[in-house]
Nanobody, 122 residues
Framework: QVQLVESGGGLVQAGGSLRLSCAAS????????MAWFRQAPGKERELVAA????????YYADSVKGRFIISRDNAKKSASLQMNSLKPEDTAVYYC???????????????WGQGTQVTVSS
C-alpha cells in the first residue's frame, strides 16, 4: 500500500514557476514509476510527466517539454515536478500517482494523491 500526498500548488502569474512535491509512504517506493497527471475543468485527465522506477526513463507531454522537470528521491520517498515558464493553460488540478514497476506512459497507476490546484493567471 502506498499513500501519496501532494503539496506546492498555488496561484502564480504567467511566466512564473512552481514546484510540486509528492510525499509517499510505503516500503517499496523505489519499485514504483512516479507520474504527474493533471485535469483542467471540462477536460480529460492527462499524463504530464513520469519517471520510471529505475530512474532511467522519463516522459513529458509535448505541452510541457522544456518547461517541466520531474525528479525523484528514493531515499526520501518523494517525487517532484518543477514547473517553469507557466502558462494559463497549465491551470489544473495536479495529481501525483504511482504505478508498480509501470511504464512511463502509464495511464492506470495503482495509487493516486488527493491533488493540488495550480492556477496560472495571465
Amino acid at each position: 500500500q502506498v499513500q501519496l500526498v501532494e503539496s506546492g500548488g498555488g496561484l502564480v502569474q504567467a511566466g512564473g514557476s512552481l514546484r510540486l512535491s509528492c510525499a509517499a509512504s510505503g516500503r517499496t517506493f523505489s519499485s514504483y514509476t512516479m507520474a504527474w497527471f493533471r485535469q483542467a475543468p471540462g477536460k480529460e485527465r492527462e499524463l504530464v510527466a513520469a519517471m520510471s522506477w529505475t530512474g532511467g526513463r522519463t516522459y513529458y507531454a509535448d505541452s510541457v517539454k522544456g518547461r517541466f522537470i520531474i525528479s525523484r528521491d528514493n531515499a526520501k520517498k518523494s517525487a517532484s515536478l518543477q514547473m517553469n515558464s507557466l502558462k494559463p493553460e497549465d491551470t489544473a488540478v495536479y495529481y501525483c500517482a504511482a504505478a508498480y514497476r509501470g511504464v512511463v506512459t502509464t495511464t492506470e497507476p495503482h495509487y493516486w494523491g488527493q491533488g493540488t490546484q495550480v492556477t496560472v493567471s495571465s
